[in-house]
């Protein structure tokens, strides 16, 4: 072998050897990557549950750590983890007022300011008092009582010579109050007889958040220190009674559920059963959505009804209606009026809608009174309706 063979050969091997040891070192500085599927399944994790913890690589300058198993352990199953559950406390209801009452007079400014651009004119005609009407009407306060009400401020108007806008004003808010009726009582009926729970039936079409209704109910009655049972009684809506149990958890609330497609009034017949039980101050029992134009399954509201009395009997019926359908909320609180006795209504959705007369009207249509009103999508955007914190929304 010549010198030149024997230098390319010594070459060679200095490359080889070089090459090994600096692989090896960075096989032991930073680890080996997973193998493509590996890989691909920790990227698929990380887009699916973005909440949970970034996978990652071990450290590229530390080993990773290890510890000695004990052989006694070796086998063992590892211990579940404790659940975690932290209980709410809810807020009073009537700190809520304030709130409410302030994104009431945003969303239902419309209304107001229609009202007091008519009256603050210095001539009151014919054409202004209908015009003043069509913005009654037009916010759902119905036909009756928008006669009502014009007949009243123009005779007041005459009579008492009103010609500042700010006594046109005070004048329109002291009709609306009276339109609204502060006189009825809005309380909710919480005590059965002879000590047994209240028992709250909650009713409603489908979508205008009954489920949701119930949830924030609870936590005004938490909130009262009194002692409550829902029950899941919408057996047909999937996840409906999932829903609920949240609802509960974060009060600490029971809820009492069946198999999903089961029988509701079976529910409703175990909810106030496990109220007697418990003893507990409120059963509230949130039933399925149910379609007005439906007898066959109106006929079944009415089943859930006298199946829950065989325990206790029902002391409240709420009706629930989104405040944005106006005049098909009238026809839906007629028919749920013939099939259980309505004592309340519940007008859901009042934060997006300028239709605030919908109060009057379902109030005159039924002869109950609105008892209250949810504002927004927060937990405990639900608060006691008060006619005159209504109106002054309204004229805010």
Do not use: C
Not at 197 to 212: A, I, Q, R, Y
Not at 371 to 379: D, H, N, Q, T, Y
Request: no cysteine.
């Amino acid at each position: 072998m010549t010198n030149t063979e024997l230098l390319v050969a010594l070459i060679a091997v200095a490359v080889v050897v070089l090459g090994g040891g600096a692989a090896l070192l960075v096989r032991r500085g930073r680890g080996e990557l997973p193998p493509p599927r590996d890989l691909d399944a920790i990227t698929e994790e990380y887009i699916e549950h973005p909440e949970h913890p970034e996978p990652h690589l071990p450290s590229e300058d530390e080993e990773p750590p290890f510890e000695e198993v004990p052989a006694d352990e070796k086998d063992q199953p590892a211990a579940p983890a404790a659940p975690t559950t932290t209980v709410e406390r809810p807020e009073p209801a009537q700190g809520r007022l304030v709130r409410l009452r302030a994104r009431l007079a945003r969303s239902n400014s419309s209304l107001g300011r229609g009202l007091l651009a008519v009256l603050g004119r210095a001539d009151l005609d014919d054409a202004a008092w209908e015009e003043l009407e069509d913005t009654l009407l037009a916010a759902d306060v119905g036909v009756g009582p928008t006669t009502e009400l014009v007949d009243r401020l123009r005779t007041r108007v005459r009579v008492e010579g009103i010609t500042d806008p700010e006594a046109a004003r005070r004048a329109l808010r002291e009709e609306l109050v009276a339109l609204v009726d502060p006189t009825l009582d809005r309380s909710l009926a919480l005590q059965g007889p002879e000590g047994t729970p209240g028992v709250v039936l909650v009713v409603g079409v489908n979508g205008t958040g009954k489920t949701t209704t119930v949830g924030r109910l609870a936590r005004v009655l938490v909130a009262e220190d009194r002692s409550v049972v829902l029950g899941a009684a919408d057996t047909f809506r999937a996840a409906a009674a999932d829903q609920l149990s949240t609802w509960g958890q974060r009060v600490g609330v029971d809820v009492v559920r069946g198999p999903e497609g089961g029988d509701p009034a079976s529910v409703g017949f175990d909810t106030v059963k496990q109220g007697l039980e418990t003893g507990a101050d409120v059963v509230v029992i949130d039933t399925a959505g149910r379609l007005h134009t439906k007898a066959g399954l109106m006929d079944e509201l009415g089943k859930v009804k006298r199946v829950a009395e065989k325990q206790a009997p029902v002391t409240e019926v709420l009706l629930v209606i989104d405040a944005t359908t106006g005049q098909n909320g009238l026809r839906q609180a007629q028919v749920f009026g013939e099939v259980v006795e309505v004592t309340g209504v519940v007008l859901t959705k009042l934060d997006g809608t300028a239709k605030g007369g919908i109060v009057v009207a379902v109030q005159r249509e039924l002869g109950v009174p609105v008892k209250f009103v949810g504002l927004g999508e927060g937990a405990d955007d639900l608060a006691p309706f008060d006619a005159e914190e209504f109106v002054d929304a309204l004229l805010a």
